[in-house]
């Protein structure tokens, strides 16, 4: 009993210690830039839920909180009409309107530059990768993504989720460019 207690023990451990202050860290810490160099950016993400007809409770945050990228998620024609309202303020838009709770809406302040829209894993869940010039000229990438999660109703595992988010690690790899991943993951 002993033994099979301490190899159950060892087993959680082993899934619950690479989530505690007790294990290395994956993510370096942000360092501090003197006060002339900071560079912040407003970026909301809102996932609407397509039945949703609430759009107006949108329009009027995005109106309130005046985000510089405003990413919205199972957004389908009818939330693309509401959001028409904010257009002027949002030059820059990628727009993949679809029905089955995976369109996707990129409205941007600042340039979007050769923004395009992939179906890295399955042919009707899109994703936008474009880059993005920041207000002192840098350019870094930004990637939108709503993979498939894995639920009763979707996916029994998360296999095509983590496959996605593994493309576009890759990517961001490749590039060694500064990169925002932003999305419902």
């Known amino acids: 009993l002993f033994i099979v207690l301490s190899i159950t023990l060892a087993f959680q451990l082993r899934m619950v210690l690479p989530y505690t202050k007790l294990w290395k860290k994956e993510v370096q810490k942000a360092k501090d830039k003197p006060e002339g160099q900071v560079h912040q950016l407003k970026i ?10 609430e759009t107006q409770k949108l329009v009027d945050l995005v ?3 005046q985000p510089d990228i405003l990413i919205t998620l199972e957004t ?3 939330w693309e009409k509401a959001l028409q309202q904010i257009e002027s303020d949002y030059p820059y838009t990628v727009k993949v309107p679809l029905d089955n709770l995976y369109g996707m809406h990129l409205y941007s302040k600042l ?3 050769d923004p395009e829209v992939k179906y890295l894993m399955i ?8 880059q993005l010039r920041l207000q002192g000229g840098r350019v870094i990438w930004l990637y939108c993504l709503h993979p498939m ?3 009763p109703t979707e ?5 095509t989720r983590d496959a996605e988010l593994l493309m576009v ?3 961001i790899k490749e590039n060694e460019q500064t990169a925002i991943l932003a999305g419902d993951l």
Not at 44 to 50: A, I, Y
Not at 155 to 159: E, G, I, L
């Open 63 to 65: 109106k309130h909180r």
């Open 44 to 53: 909301m993400v809102s996932n609407v839920l397509t039945p949703n007809d």
């Open 111 to 113: 340039e979007l530059i």
């Open 149 to 151: 999660p894995p639920s």
């Open 169 to 171: 690690g890759k990517h």
């Open 76 to 78: 389908d024609k009818k």
């Open 155 to 159: 996916a029994d595992k998360s296999t």
């Open 123 to 130: 042919d009707d869940i899109p994703s936008i990768h474009t």
